[in-house]
């Protein structure tokens, strides 16, 4: 299954997905203005089977209405977010499988922390292994999501703690937004020594916005600090050297919120 990943160049730097398989249907993935979402599909020359929304933050859901509009596709979502999205057509459950017309299989997380209703989808190789994890606000390259709007950061814990820890190093990374330096920055702020992000901070430094990088999950147990709750010199810049691996990620967000 391809993984079409867009830049929106919105305010709050959004990212927007489709999902193609061999048949003649799509799958849309937060959906930031509907419009230009119909026009690439138009150009793909196949039709929107349903949006599927991470969550029910406005940013992700926005572009809702006008694509239902253009193309009268449905709109699915996490049981867990009943009542906060409107217009749901099919409500999702964790570890739910979906299975596209063209036999490919995506698997439905439930992720809970940046809000209670959060899913994130987990796309499967023709083999049934691992592939790529569409995110949301859960996780992004280099950082995780705030709990400011509905969220909680001893959740969020637990949601990487059970499903996102324990993804395959060779799982491609699609999140919600670019918030690629800004976390890096925050990483290397932490743990001053991280060799492997100071030189994907070069990498990216002079990217212009709409220049992206894609990051696996192998990748981001080196550069993501939340991935990295034992490691010695950010436990001792937390003054947390005695912290539970749990105490440390809610320390972090913490430290993330005010930096």
């Not at 596209?100 to 190789?125: A, F, M, R």
């Not at 969220?151 to 996102?164: A, K, M, N, Q």
């Not at 920055?185 to 990088?213: H, I």
Request: proline share 3%; aromatic share 10%; net charge negative.
């Amino acid at each position: 299954m391809k993984v079409h990943q867009f830049y929106t160049f919105s305010p709050l730097r959004n990212f927007c997905y489709i999902l193609e398989d061999s048949s003649d249907e799509l799958y849309v993935i937060d959906p930031f203005d509907g419009a230009d979402v119909f026009q690439r599909c138009e150009k793909l020359g196949k039709k929107v089977k349903a949006i599927i929304n991470t969550h029910e933050h406005h940013d992700h859901v926005m572009g809702n209405d006008e694509l239902q509009r253009l193309c009268g596709c449905e709109v699915w979502a996490h049981e867990k977010a009943r009542g906060r999205i409107k217009n749901v057509d099919n409500y999702l459950n964790d570890n739910q499988i979906l299975k596209t017309k063209g036999n490919h299989c995506v698997k439905v997380l439930y992720t809970p922390g940046h809000t209670l209703g959060h899913l994130c989808l987990l796309v499967l190789s023709d083999e049934g292994k691992q592939s790529s994890l569409i995110c949301g606000d859960t996780l992004f390259n280099a950082g995780v999501g705030n709990c400011h709007n509905g969220g909680d950061p001893s959740v969020l814990y637990e949601t990487f703690r059970d499903h996102i820890f324990t993804l395959d190093d060779h799982v491609l990374v699609y999140p919600g937004h670019d918030y690629l330096k800004n976390n890096l920055l925050f990483t290397l702020d932490r743990e001053p020594g991280n060799e492997m992000a100071k030189k994907k901070l070069e990498e990216v430094q002079d990217f212009p916005d709409g220049q992206f990088v894609v990051t696996t999950i192998g990748e981001e147990r080196e550069i993501n600090t939340f991935f990295r709750l034992s490691n010695s010199e950010i436990k001792k810049n937390l003054s947390a050297l005695e912290c539970s691996e749990k105490d440390i990620f809610i320390k972090l967000r913490e430290k993330r919120n005010h930096w």
